[in-house]
């Protein structure tokens, strides 16, 4: 099955749904998931000559928030929830 694209309309469409004054924050790379923060919108023409719109994150040291919640990785099917593995029994001080 091919990968489709998302357009500025699907963009605008999801993010309509949200609250304007809410932040957006780009959540990066599905096997070491970070979180950054969204700077810019440009428009460039890629290699096919088509138009494409970048979303970019900042130059400062601090546009890198860090991981990314794993809530945040859970919704986006980038990782499984993770259950605490089970407890053992404690062993006594007479190492039984």
């Known amino acids: 099955m091919p990968r489709t694209e998302m357009t500025v309309g699907e963009l605008i469409d999801q993010l309509s749904t949200f609250d304007p004054n809410t932040p ?4 990066m790379n599905p096997f070491f998931p970070m979180e950054h923060r969204l700077e810019q919108v440009v428009q ?3 290699v ?3 138009a494409v719109v ?5 130059r ?8 990314l919640p794993p809530e945040v ?5 980038w990782q499984g929830p993770v259950q ?3 407890r053992r029994p404690r062993r ?3 190492g039984k």
């Open 48 to 50: 096919t000559g088509r």
């Open 24 to 27: 957006v924050h780009l959540a």
């Open 44 to 46: 460039a023409t890629d």
């Open 60 to 67: 400062d040291a601090d546009t890198q928030f860090g991981h």
């Open 92 to 94: 006594t001080a007479g």
């Open 73 to 77: 990785a859970v919704l986006l099917a």
């Open 84 to 86: 605490a593995p089970p």
């Open 54 to 58: 970048y979303l970019a994150e900042g």
